[in-house]
């Protein structure tokens, strides 16, 4: 059984008990939807705490179904209309197209309309006005019930029943759960109603929904303005702290104002730089007030950090229990398991200690306000890539491109890393070596900006100028995934020229591998437009016959697996057979398996076809690999709200990265053989660079 829920599940403490069945604590009863696949017990459960006795359906695919009047009274049980590939309409798991059809519809979780948020007095809150109940009791133990209910009457969901179909209207119903629950949707599972129910959580996800919290006690005061807040905004008091240049202990629960300046957090000996991140040249009003978390206040060139980001409505714990952060900031004795929180309150930091072994002690780092200004260390970053790339970003010259391409085809013919076949080709296996801090980046797709993000921050120019860095981009740097900018393919030929001149500035630490978009081919499209063939033809207007046949040469020269002691890559995913070291290197003659390694997704529930855990264990083996080695891909984002994904398909040290989103680039950074996310916001370089002078 393929479960998305799988070790995402945790229980939800702070319970209260309705007519016999227990809810979240703070669960208002008339928000509750109660939903799950055919046979689930839903009917029983809704009558059992008196809601209504009618099902509704509710059509996920339409725009406003949040308004829809099924909704109107609850608690009540609703059936799900789902999006499949294929069909205009939303089908139910019970519908005769879903029932009768000969493969696994694919499900297009990316038509589910999520309704709007807001934060306004006057506007209703469509996200927090329902919470979503998903009942999902073992497939085995449904299949049991349907067989059982036939001595009942006639029910023509169970015409044809077998467990498969019983599992895979499961799998639906689970995935369109975490779906929901990454949209910001209020969701929450239970397995049977004589359990607990649980909430959906990412390992180290410490943020609690307020409906699972415990109520508070707070009584409001309304001869105060902080009792009026909490009546209209629910807004409960806490304690501001100011900031100095003297250290200053934090002992109790305390908010910490944005202001655009940075501070340290010092426990023990081990100190934390505390960074409001301000994008530039972003509307004030889109900017989210973002926190980073690092060890040192600038970059230096002798070691490349990780760091963490705090996002608005997040909760972070500090201390040995969050494996991420341990992994990132390798905590002291001196730091706890838990030693405290940090929430991003709409922009302010609200730190809750937790354990009083250390004393926690926050200082002023530097006054000046960074929001109205570029840091010394991205300025010099971004003057390099003009002058690396030799002035304004804009796509070369037919001459200068045609240089510079044949530049790079003579670096890959005798690439650093790679063996040198009997055929006089470069093997399509890279092998780093581990003396330099790895970088992987997934899919670009002529996001410009998002590669100028990723070369201007954290000082990685220089780390790769002194080769203490290795950057590797897993292909599929072209053709936009932006509707409107499918056809047009000049930002994937500038893309291209970007790439084409860091490969020669970095010939021996600059990697990337060829992806399924690298090609001229006529299948390669994007919602039928043939972005492969539109390539070839716009570069032939621009630059001539000679350079699409350097081109093309660029492709068949670049590798399509990479390696070193600890970690593997490629751009989709490992093959479904059993191959040799020496197969992958020479993976040119095997075109089949070059396929698989460019096209394969991720096995689920609707692409029975993709690869699994197994898949993923025989290709580490082949490589040389040890268990749960890391093993990072693209190709297959997962959601359209993450840039990455740890551990993905329940598949321990599997990862995924994306890296073309519109909010912001993400990549991954290899630190103590355990890859680490890094995000970063979106912001207009591209523009900012070129009017630099």
Known sequence: MIDPLKKKLLPIEDLQEIRGVQLPARLNFVQLVVTGPPGAGKTYYVNKVHGWPNEGYVDLTRKGWWKDQTLTYRPREVHLGFPFKGFDEALTVFDKEWLESEKPLFLELDRIQIPPASTSLFQVNWRTRYIFEFLLPDPKTIYERRMARHTEGYFPVDKNLSLEMVTRQSEIYREVALYLDQAGMQIYVRERISKPPMRIAEKDDVNVPEWAEASSDFRPDLTTIAGWKWLVFREEPVNWFTVTDTLQEITSECRIPHDGKTFDMIIGDQQFVFRPEI???????????????????????????????????????????????????????????????????????????????????????????????????????????????????????????LVTIKDVNRILEHESYRKVLKSGMPAALLEIPEDQTLLIAGDLHANIDNFLKILSENCLLAHLAVSRASLLLLGDAVHSEIPEEMENMDSSILMMDLIFKMKCQFPENFFYLLGNHDSFDVDISKNGVSQGVLMRKRLLELRGEEYVREMQRFYDLLPLVMKTKSCAACHAGPPRKEVTLREIRHLRQYPKICKEILTNRLKRSHYLAGYDKSDVKRFRKSLGLPKKAPFVVGHTPLDPFNSFWKNAGNIKGHHIIYSGHLAGPSLYMQIRKKMIPLSYPAEPLLKIINEMS
């Open 279 to 401: 994008p530039m040249g972003v509307k004030k009003k889109n900017i989210q007030k973002n926190w980073l978390i690092a060890r040192s206040k600038d970059c230096s060139r002798d070691t490349i950090h990780g760091f963490a980001r705090i996002q608005v409505g997040e909760t972070v714990l500090i201390g040995h229990d969050n494996h991420q952060y341990d992994e990132i900031f390798h905590f002291a004795d001196c730091v706890s398991k838990r030693h405290l929180t940090v929430t991003n309150l709409k922009g302010d930091l609200v730190i809750k200690p937790q354990d009083p072994k250390t004393a926690i002690q926050i200082v002023r780092s530097g006054d000046q306000d960074i929001r109205e200004r570029l840091g010394t260390n991205r300025y010099n970053a971004i003057t390099a890539i003009r002058d690396m790339y030799g002035g304004e970003l804009v796509p070369l010259s037919a001459d200068e491109a």
